[in-house]
């Protein structure tokens, strides 16, 4: 009974894939201009990511970050759920943009059957940018949607 189900779940999110409403497999997209440069915008999400490098995860997910590398112009990480331990891909790329940095964010669930995560992968991402600030300092600005990000318009990342 429960494979069943499952298979429905699957073939309903699929149907939804293909129809350009939700991304095929749980994952975010978006984009953010800052206007900080891209060394400074670079250096505060590292440091964000170090400062969460731990398991001290409290009610949400501000925890469990690991970074793999950066070199300036990509950065390359890991985030892991505190209950179930499932572990999202991050990345990202800074380019110089006008007096500013345009930042693309990719998050993605390594597990092959996750196709809704509770906007996980959207907060992987934006939990970053709110936490180092970047998301106050004048003209940030983000730009995702539900076809592209998962579950992005009923995010709760104080949760998740
Ligand atoms: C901290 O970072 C290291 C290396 O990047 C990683 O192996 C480790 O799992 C991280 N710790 C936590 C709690 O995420």
Not at 24 to 45: F, M
Not at 50 to 77: H, I, P, Q, V
Not at 125 to 136: C, E, Q, R, Y
Request: charged share 20%.
């Amino acid at each position: 009974m429960k494979v069943l189900a499952f298979f429905a779940f699957a073939a309903f999110c699929l149907c939804l894939g293909s129809a350009g409403l939700i991304p095929k497999h749980a994952s975010c997209n978006l984009d953010w201009y800052v206007e900080p440069d891209c060394a400074e915008a670079g250096q505060r999400i590292v440091l964000q990511i170090k400062k969460w490098n731990n398991t001290a995860c409290g009610t949400g997910e501000k925890c469990r970050y690991a970074l793999t590398s950066f070199d300036g112009k990509t950065l390359k990480g890991k985030h892991t759920t505190p209950v179930k331990h499932y572990v999202d891909d991050i990345s990202m790329m800074f380019k110089p943009s006008g007096t500013g940095c345009a930042i693309h964010g990719f998050s993605s669930s390594e597990t092959w059957y996750a196709f809704l995560d509770q906007s996980t992968n959207y907060c992987n991402l934006h939990n970053l940018v709110s936490g180092s600030n970047l998301d106050k300092t004048p003209k940030f600005k983000e730009t995702t949607s539900d076809a592209i990000c998962t579950q992005y318009s009923s995010a709760d990342c104080e949760k998740y």
